[in-house]
């Protein structure tokens, strides 16, 4: 009998286990000093808080079991301890209790002695030295230690306890430590041949931004995802029902949502990274760890309730798994969000049909740029996604992200009516030619900026465009020309439709890629060039515009839409919704282009309620996230929103309901009308049409 089954598109092997099911975990990140740890009064906190697996330090770093291998290090403090093994006493409590126990393991750093008789296992600086941090030395994943001797570790452990799972902390390459420090890519020996028997290069690049960095990182995540396959391999042939919790090859997927000194908010990033990796490996499990204090430096400092609770909102909305994650043992460090992070744990364990086998189910799909993917003049594109992202939520357009190399890899021609391609600096031959299956299947492509454009100027030969003219970036050449919108010029004091005066326009702001349209395009959205602004005596002389800052075309079955400025980019700058609307209108209106003319699920509520919409094993599963907490660089108390409705075509007499608080059910002649009295933070309405649990659309 066969332990995996291969995931769809991918050829990767996805394994069986009891993490198929929902589940709820708790952390307790121990110290040294915790080794005299109470498990029977912290699996009680644990399940108090919600959770049915706990997640317990084991070894690497520090070992809390009597280890009997020269190149870890015992916990001292265990000697104060009966019997002198932790491990072995939370195990057998945990399964007194019905509890699963995963192991948590660092092998990112060892001790002094353990280095200095191993120096080959060492990370390398550039300049030579060792990378040090309160007395613990760091380790190369290329070296022997991550490739040969954590086998060791991992058959000792299994040898001893039958824990359920391991989760490997800290497991890549330490370019930076701790504080924060740069210290560059490593240069080992192992690293200087892996390198080059990866790239062909002799040379290793020293830090970010030097030459080859990119083609390290590529190394780095391929010797990472290769060794993540061993050890998951390894555990499956040990012990066939423990899990592996860690990256892309793993059993379980890993995000963790935590908070960082100079980090600008970024307030939908545990949503958007679930989406994202559930679109890629949509056969895998996620897990969300949500950090209960304020950045490392200050372990002893809570995070905001509401920031802690919003974490795992986002988690669960996009069908990850909730985990909370304090410092020591429970009751000691006085964490104050965790009531908030227990309340969204209890409803996730509360409602186990509703969150069994919950998927991903919009219709759009946004494409999420590869952050290392630059064009050297103009970044790369994370703002234009963060702005289209941000512009979908606030419309109540459901969306799933979708990482730009999953194009090619996952099925996108069944689970999306809309792809939008934000600012893409380049689109790879594979990615084009799944792209250009899709439109021609029958479906519709939005993109904006660079999106399709090569870098000599030429335009993907099935797009509106037929080559960059011109870039326009400088912002003085910006100042004073705008975008006038389609249907918005107005008659007003005699003047004709078509003059600029009387017309709503936007600011062209941003990065504009002018084109040439292709002779079959219908242009959208004219051109209003720059005139005089300033001083007002002299602020007039716009003319009518006849070039277009956007363009659609048919192609095959479906449609592509170009818009060639950074739409989104602006929104963001100057967070005015008519330039929103403007690519937004286009998803809208290519949803809209369907027999019936209209969604199949729609929200009316304000602009900060988040739909994310879903199928699990109840129904049409649809969360409403309420944003209203959100203040600068965190989340406090939300605003309760009332009076929600949420409208389901063609629905009309299924049964439905709102999980979190009180709602009203009726029907409009075809559709279904869930009308919810109030959103507090997240209410979910589960509306059972009998449709499948599985990826694809609503209807």
């Not at 108090?48 to 070894?59: C, E, M, S």
């Not at 099925?411 to 380049?426: E, I, M, Q, T």
């Not at 002649?669 to 009998?690: C, P």
């Amino acid at each position: 009998m066969s332990l995996t089954t291969q995931q769809p598109g991918t050829g990767e092997q996805v394994r069986p286990g009891w993490w198929d099911e929902p589940f709820q975990v708790f952390q307790t990140n121990l110290r040294e000093i915790d080794a005299g740890l109470d498990v029977e009064r912290t699996l009680d906190d644990v399940e108090r808080h919600g959770a049915n697996v706990w997640l317990l330090n084991v070894g690497g770093i520090l070992s809390h079991y009597p280890t009997g291998l020269d190149f870890q290090t015992r916990n001292p403090h265990l000697a104060g301890r009966p019997g002198g093994d932790l491990v072995g006493d939370a195990l057998a409590a945990a399964r007194r209790r019905g509890v699963r126990l995963l192991a948590r393991m660092d092998f990112s750093k060892v001790a002094p002695a353990i280095a200095d008789a191993h120096p080959d296992w060492l990370y390398v600086s550039p300049a030579g030295e060792r990378q040090v941090f309160e007395g613990l030395v760091s380790v190369c994943p290329s070296a022997g230690y991550y490739q040969e001797r954590i086998f060791d570790v991992l058959d000792e452990v299994l040898d001893r306890y039958a824990v359920d799972g391991f989760f490997f902390n800290w497991f890549g390459f330490n370019e930076r430590d701790y504080a924060g420090r740069v210290h560059g890519v490593c240069h080992c020996a192992a690293c200087v041949v892996g390198f080059r028997e990866h790239t062909g290069l002799d040379r290793l690049p020293d830090r970010a931004g030097d030459d080859g960095y990119r083609r390290w990182r590529g190394y780095a995540t391929a010797t990472i995802e290769a060794l993540t396959a061993r050890v998951r391999a390894h555990i499956a042939a040990r012990r066939p029902d423990a899990g592996l919790i860690l990256g892309t090859a793993a059993d379980v997927l890993f995000h963790e949502a935590n908070n960082a000194i100079g980090r600008t908010l970024w307030p939908y990033a545990t949503g958007e990274a679930v989406s994202a990796l559930r679109s890629s490996r949509p056969g895998k499990p996620v897990l969300v760890n949500a950090v209960a204090f304020w950045d490392m430096p200050y372990r002893l400092a809570d995070e905001q309730p509401e920031m802690l609770g919003q974490y795992l909102a986002q988690a669960i909305s996009r069908g990850a798994n909730p985990s909370t994650y304090i410092m020591g043992p429970t009751g000691g460090i006085a964490y104050g969000g965790l009531d908030s992070a227990a309340a969204v744990t209890r409803f996730h364990r509360d409602h186990r049909r509703e969150y069994t086998g919950l998927a991903p189910a919009a219709e759009v799909g946004l494409v999420r740029p590869d952050p290392l993917d630059d064009d050297g003049r103009h970044g790369t594109g994370t703002a234009e996604h963060r702005g289209l992202l941000t512009g979908l939520v606030e419309r109540h357009v459901p969306f799933d992200v979708v990482p730009v190399g999953a194009l090619e890899t996952q099925d996108v021609d069944a689970r999306f009516r809309v792809l939008v391609l934000p600012d893409l600096p380049s689109l790879p031959p594979g990615v084009v030619a799944a792209l250009d299956r899709f439109v021609r299947g029958g479906g519709s492509l939005v993109a904006t900026g660079r999106s399709g454009i090569g870098a000599d100027g030429s335009v993907v030969d099935w797009f509106p465009g037929e080559r960059q003219v011109e870039v326009v970036v400088d912002r003085d050449a910006l100042k004073s020309s705008y975008v006038r919108l389609d249907g918005a010029a107005q008659e007003a004091g005699g003047r004709a439709a078509d003059e600029v005066e009387g017309a709503v326009l936007v600011p062209r702001h941003g990065r504009h890629h002018r084109l040439a349209w292709r002779s079959d395009v219908v242009g959208r959205h004219l051109l209003i060039e720059s005139a005089p602004y300033g001083p007002p005596e002299k602020a007039y002389g716009h003319v009518p515009g006849t070039d277009h800052v956007a363009g659609e075309r048919r192609h095959g079955a479906g449609t592509v839409v170009q818009l060639s400025w950074v739409a989104g980019t602006a929104y963001l700058d100057t967070r005015l919704t008519r330039i929103r609307d403007v690519a937004v209108d286009l998803v809208v209106e290519r949803l809209l282009d369907r027999p019936e003319g209209r969604l199949p699920v729609t929200v009316e509520a304000p602009e900060q309620v988040e739909v994310v919409v879903g199928r699990s094993a109840a129904g049409l599963v649809v969360h409403l996230l309420n944003h209203s907490g959100q203040r600068g660089n965190g989340y406090g108390p939300a605003v309760p929103v009332h009076h929600v409705t949420v409208r389901a075509a063609g629905l009309a007499g299924r049964a439905a309901r709102a999980l979190a608080g009180a709602a009203s059910v009726l029907d409009d002649g075809e559709d279904l009308l869930v009308r919810i009295a109030d959103v507090a933070e997240l209410e979910v309405v589960v509306i059972e049409d009998g449709g499948p649990a599985a990826h694809g659309g609503l209807s």
